[in-house]
């Protein structure tokens, strides 16, 4: 919501991403000696300073150095990750598990080793929404395909009860709206997370502006740099104090939200609408959700970033 406020782009979809996630991690748990509390509280501050860093950033008008990253850049670089999230969702759509890896090449090798040990029910299914979310999108790119192949996969999977036979389902999602609470603060963990907090607060501009210039372009608008710097530091600032860890502009949500239609700042507005409701009243229906429909999602969306021309 905040971001939607205040940044200037209209599809970039904002939230937890892969390798902002990872540098949480490594800058957290050695500093939380394996108690829960503590890694919470340090996430969120963790939020908090890397909000204010990306804020001060966008009213000193840092945004600027964008300027430094040409074309080609932008591309190889939305076009390696959209590869590296494409072909890390493999494991849900063969149904084997294979080790997370940043390389291509390794994913490939691991699932080709496991080639008899694919589970045939969730590829069909996997395979099955890929066919039909081309489909849709062909036929009619309007059309809420995703959602109807989403629905129609988990009804199959409830009534015909595969998740017995081994396709891997969501299972309970946690529902309720977060409380707010204010992080805590300390001077020595504030100096200790600072490393960890000017690296996020760096990468996560980096792949955000790259993502939001592409979608800038596809559209047609220019994209501010400050002003996604601004929104980016509001949205961690105040997500900060909503149980938020660390966010930025994502990849493959953002291709999911312009391959659904987004074309205005709204588009987040009513995703955010219903997700809360979705949270409040409804995360006991994706309990049967089999993995292998999201993976086609993502897959489905995320190619569709790969600029082969260029």
């Known amino acids: 919501i905040i971001y939607a406020i205040f940044g200037s782009s209209r599809q970039l979809a904002v939230g937890p991403v892969a390798m902002v996630s990872l540098l949480v991690a490594a800058g957290v748990a050695p500093l939380a000696n394996g108690d829960v509390e503590t890694y919470i509280g340090l996430a969120l501050l963790l939020s908090l300073m890397v909000g204010v860093i990306q804020f001060g950033l966008g009213i ?120 707010p609470m204010i992080p805590t603060f300390g001077i020595e963990a504030m100096r200790a997370l600072l490393p960890a907090a000017l690296t996020i607060s760096l990468v ?58 987004a074309r205005t700042n709204v588009a987040a507005l009513i995703s955010a609408a219903v997700i809360a409701l979705t949270l409040l009243a409804l995360t006991s229906l994706f309990f049967y959700l089999p993995k292998a429909v999201l993976a086609a999602v993502v897959m489905v969306a995320v190619f569709k970033l790969i600029d082969w021309k260029e």
Do not use: C
Request: glycine residues 12%; positive net charge.
């Open 60 to 179: 000193a008008r840092a945004g600027f150095l964008t300027n430094f990253l040409s074309h080609p850049v932008l591309a190889g670089f939305t076009s390696a990750a959209a590869l590296i999230i494409g072909f890390s969702q493999l494991k849900h759509l063969l149904g084997v598990d294979i080790p997370r890896s940043n390389y291509v090449h390794s994913i490939l090798l691991s699932a080709g080793s496991q080639f008899s040990d694919i589970h045939v029910a969730t590829v069909a299914i996997g395979v099955a929404s890929i066919v039909a979310l081309l489909f849709f999108g062909r036929w009619r790119p309007s059309f809420p395909g995703a959602l109807v192949v989403v629905a129609a996969t988990t009804v199959l999977v409830w009534a015909a009860d595969l998740s017995s036979s081994g396709v891997k389902i969501v299972g309970a999602v946690p529902g309720g709206l977060p409380t």
């Open 204 to 261: 996560g501009f980096m792949e955000s502006i790259a993502v939001a210039k592409v979608y800038g372009r596809k559209h047609r608008y220019t994209v501010d740099a400050n002003q996604e710097l601004v929104g980016l530091g509001l949205a961690n600032i105040v997500g900060a104090f909503f149980r938020a860890y660390p966010t930025t502009g994502g990849f493959s949500r953002t291709a999911v939200n312009d391959q659904a239609g």
